[in-house]
């Protein structure tokens, strides 16, 4: 069964450095998402992507972060300049149609 | 704005009862309400998606059910067994995004 997939698991960085956490979607899906979980919160919509543009963001998804489909594969996340209160689960989801199937998650600790 | 509501925020009862957990969103203009588990941790496991067309959706010992006019979904699980325990997130599913609960954080005592 076709599944989403998301590197690395867990990714452990240094305040100010820069992190792309990428997610390869199911392959005939259209609608790519990223979502975090910050550890004992709930899980919060980053952005939605469709058509290799944004097609809505939250206001958690400021200048500092960006997504990209750079091959007809992968759909990666990236954060410039991490801060501590990044630090979280990300997940990457993606829909052919509404239901969305969910990755595994990206751990991302920063230091 | 959506907002997703659980209640309660975690529950313990003994192995073998049956038990019901409770959902409530705001907006009813939905596509979908999903059910997911969580184990600490760990990643979101997709147990059932009702449409927004549907009254209910059942797998195995779980059953969910979905009223869009009141707002309102519920979770029943049969027969719970300590496997069972686990957070379990309610999310509506919107035009662009899927909006979730908090959980229910659910103890099954053996």
């Known amino acids: 069964e076709p599944e989403v997939t998301q590197t690395p698991s867990h990714q452990v960085t240094q305040m100010g450095q820069e992190v792309i956490l990428r997610c390869v979607p199911i392959?005939?899906?259209?609608?790519f998402y990223w979502y975090r979980q910050i550890l004992g919160q709930k899980v919060e919509f980053l952005v939605s992507?469709?058509?290799?543009?944004?097609?809505?963001k939250s206001e958690i998804f400021d200048d500092q972060f960006s997504v990209e489909r750079p091959d007809g594969s992968n759909f990666t996340l990236k954060i410039r300049s991490t801060k501590l209160e990044d630090s979280a689960m990300y997940f990457c989801?993606?829909?052919?149609?509404?239901?969305?199937?969910f990755g595994p998650g990206t751990r991302l600790t920063v230091l | 704005k959506q907002e997703v509501t659980q209640i309660p925020a975690a529950l313990s009862v003994p192995e073998g009862e049956n038990l019901v957990l409770n959902c409530s969103f705001t907006?009813?203009?939905?596509?979908?309400l999903q059910w997911f588990r969580q184990d600490p941790g760990k990643g979101l496991t997709s147990l059932l998606l009702?449409?927004?067309?549907?009254r209910e959706q059942t797998s195995g010992r779980l059953n969910a059910s979905l009223d869009k006019s009141s707002g309102r979904s519920t979770l029943y699980i049969a027969a719970s067994q300590p496997g069972d325990s686990a957070t379990y997130l309610c999310?509506?599913?919107?035009?662009?995004?899927?909006?979730f609960g908090k959980g229910t954080r659910l103890h099954i005592l053996p």
């Open positions: 989801a993606s829909s052919r149609v509404n239901e969305q199937f």
């Open positions: 392959s005939n899906h259209l609608y």
């Open positions: 992507f469709y058509n290799n543009e944004i097609s809505e």
């Open positions: 907006d009813s203009a939905i596509y979908n």
């Open positions: 009702i449409q927004s067309s549907q």
């Open positions: 999310a509506s599913g919107g035009d662009d995004k899927i909006i």
